[in-house]
């Protein structure tokens, strides 16, 4: 999550400069010395409502022509296609309800 800074600020810049570090590394976190909870992230992922942040989304973009491009394995995780994204979806609409009570407190 990060705030949408406008594209030809420092900041953007600097936000940028980050994605593309952390996204291109990705695959040291999910190392077998890391913590097991690395192995569950998909930087592919998606929230409904929410918008990628510019820079990261042309990342994967890129990330996902090199790996149809070759036969080796990359990095970033593909959707699941086991149904725990029907399972995550349905977690997050019941977050949003729970989040309406909340604020009607």
């Known amino acids: 999550m990060a705030y949408d800074w406008p594209e ?19 695959s040291e976190f999910q190392a077998a010395s890391r913590l097991p909870k690395w192995q569950e992230i998909n930087l592919a992922a998606s929230l409904p409502g929410w918008r990628r942040f510019k ?13 149809r491009g070759s036969t080796a394995t990359g990095s970033v995780p593909r959707p ?4 725990r994204d029907a399972e995550n979806e349905r977690l ?5 309800l729970w989040r309406e009570q909340q604020r009607g407190r």
């Open 8 to 26: 030809k600020s420092s900041r953007h810049r600097l936000l940028s400069d980050f994605v593309d570090a952390f996204f291109s590394r990705f």
């Open 55 to 67: 820079p990261a989304e042309r990342w994967l973009q890129s990330s996902q022509a090199r790996q």
């Open 80 to 83: 699941d296609s086991t149904g």
């Open 92 to 96: 997050f609409r019941e977050f949003l």
